[in-house]
């Protein structure tokens, strides 16, 4: 079975760019989460949705960051204009909400690099 | 709010040695607590979980068991291997559902 596919695998781009990562959830699961991590911060949650609508965007850093989730198979994570500090390694992950089991199914990561 | 402490790395110990990561956390109400390992170049898989006070998670060698009174979930391993080196995360999730809440990582290097 395909896992949660994220593209591109790697970005780099220089500072004021416009940059969107993807991400395809395994096929059934109703929950995605954005997820970044550097080395000073660690792992943050930046925004979850349940069926499509998103439901905690709590962690966005700032309105440069916007995701939409048009269809249960799709997501998108936008950063425009992007900034240096936005270097990380940015995850997908998916679940199926109603187990509530916590386990998480994470695609293999964007690293991002903005010059 | 959640919130989840884990030791600082990176701790390096030789194969066969004996592993134990600390955790602790800070949580309203009963979560549930896991254990995530990301090997190199990879994304978090989850490694063990436990989902009530007493429970014992275990999974390929590893184990930690959910002390409410401690509030503590701490990971061990009796005999590391090589093949063990990744950073581990602590988590819990609270009342909404699969939302966890993770520690800072704890980057383990096994040598021969």
């Known amino acids: 079975d395909a896992g949660v596919i994220q593209s591109p695998r790697h970005e780099v781009t220089e500072m004021g760019q416009e940059v969107t990562l993807r991400c395809k959830p395994i096929?059934?699961?109703?929950?995605l989460f954005w997820y970044r991590q550097t080395m000073m911060r660690g792992l943050e949650l930046l925004i979850y949705f349940n069926n499509n609508v998103p439901i905690d965007d709590s962690g966005m850093p700032e309105d440069r960051f916007s995701a939409k989730m048009p269809n249960a198979s799709f997501s998108t994570l936008k950063i425009q204009p992007s900034e240096p500090r936005d270097s990380a390694v940015y995850f997908c992950a998916s679940s199926l909400a109603a187990r509530n089991t916590g386990e998480l199914f994470f695609g293999e990561g964007s690293r991002l690099t903005v010059l | 709010g959640n919130s989840v402490t884990q030791m600082e790395g990176p701790v390096t110990l030789s194969e066969e040695a004996f592993l134990t990561i600390n955790c602790t956390y800070t949580a309203t109400g009963y979560p549930s607590l896991f254990w995530y390992v990301q090997y190199p170049g990879e994304g978090l898989q989850l490694l063990l979980k436990a989902t009530k006070a007493d429970d014992k998670g275990s999974n390929k060698g590893f184990e930690a068991t959910y002390r409410k009174e401690t509030t503590s979930f701490h990971l061990e391993k009796g005999s590391v291997q090589v093949s063990d080196s990744a950073v581990y995360f602590c988590?819990?999730?609270?009342?909404?559902?699969?939302?966890?809440?993770f520690g800072g990582g704890t980057r383990v290097l096994v040598k021969p």
């Open positions: 096929s059934g699961h109703n929950s």
């Open positions: 988590a819990l999730s609270g009342a909404a559902g699969n939302k966890l809440t």
